[in-house]
């Protein structure tokens, strides 16, 4: 399969831990982008990455929020202290650089802050 | 950044052409216009992107007028599985090296009645 995968897909936490997610990008896709999504809204955009490079962070939620993606490959999506607002699915997408504007969305992380 | 604003739900007939039209009054020059299809529980998934006048892909055509301060997607013989929430994007040029409108609006949800 070459879609964008996430892991995990679910995840319970108590608040004020930190918790950590992964995205696998589809090979070759040299953008990759962090949402957020609560319950009957849109995609909320974070962050975003081309390769290496994390050329947009602005909309992240908050300074506990922050995401890294070390070799231009997988990224990690890293909330630190979690609180109950934090309760969310978390999506990634990635995009090729033939096609910038055309992403494609990972199943997303469900996070449950307790 | 421009705004989205689209119907909250729209509800159709097997078989008939479905249009949701999004407007977006403060576009820049450079965005383009994307839309999405989301099923409960899955990330978004592409559908169509434009710039002007009309795109055509396999499943939806897209309108725009000369203005582009809004755009109409075209669903022609909807079914039952075409039941989802679409949204429309308004995405500057990623390739500037800056996502800029990179948040969804709060979508239409279209539902298709047997």
């Known amino acids: 399969d070459t879609g964008v995968s996430q892991d995990p897909r679910h995840k319970i936490t108590k608040r004020g831990q930190n918790v950590t997610f992964r995205c696998d990008p589809i090979?070759?896709?040299?953008?990759l982008y962090w949402y957020r999504q609560t319950l009957g809204q849109g995609p909320e955009f974070l962050t975003y990455?081309?390769?290496?490079?994390?050329?947009?962070k602005s909309r992240l939620l908050s300074d506990r929020f922050s995401a890294e993606r070390p070799k231009g490959s997988f990224s990690t999506l890293e909330i630190q202290r979690t609180e109950q607002g934090d309760s969310a699915m978390y999506l990634c997408?990635?995009?090729?650089?033939?096609?910038?504007?055309?992403?494609?969305f990972g199943p997303g992380t469900r996070l449950t802050v307790l | 950044l421009a705004k989205t604003t689209q119907p909250i739900s729209m509800d159709s007939y097997e078989g008939q052409e479905v249009n949701i039209t999004c407007s977006h009054n403060?576009?820049?020059?450079?965005?383009?216009i994307t839309w999405y299809q989301q099923f409960p529980s899955q990330g978004p998934r592409f559908i169509i992107q434009?710039?002007?006048t009309k795109v055509t892909n396999e499943v939806a055509s897209l309108f725009i007028p000369a203005d582009r301060k809004s755009s109409t997607l075209s669903l022609p013989r909807v079914s039952l599985s075409d039941t989802a929430v679409y949204y429309c994007?308004?995405?500057?040029?990623?390739?500037?090296?800056?996502?800029?409108?990179?948040?969804f609006g709060s979508g239409t949800q279209l539902t298709v009645l047997p």
């Open positions: 994007l308004v995405v500057g040029l990623i390739s500037s090296g800056s996502a800029r409108q990179l948040t």
């Open positions: 403060n576009i820049a020059t450079n965005d383009y």
């Open positions: 434009g710039y002007k």
């Open positions: 997408a990635s995009s090729p650089r033939t096609r910038p504007n055309e992403q494609f």
């Open positions: 990455f081309q390769n290496e490079a994390q050329l947009e």
């Open positions: 090979s070759e896709h040299n953008r």
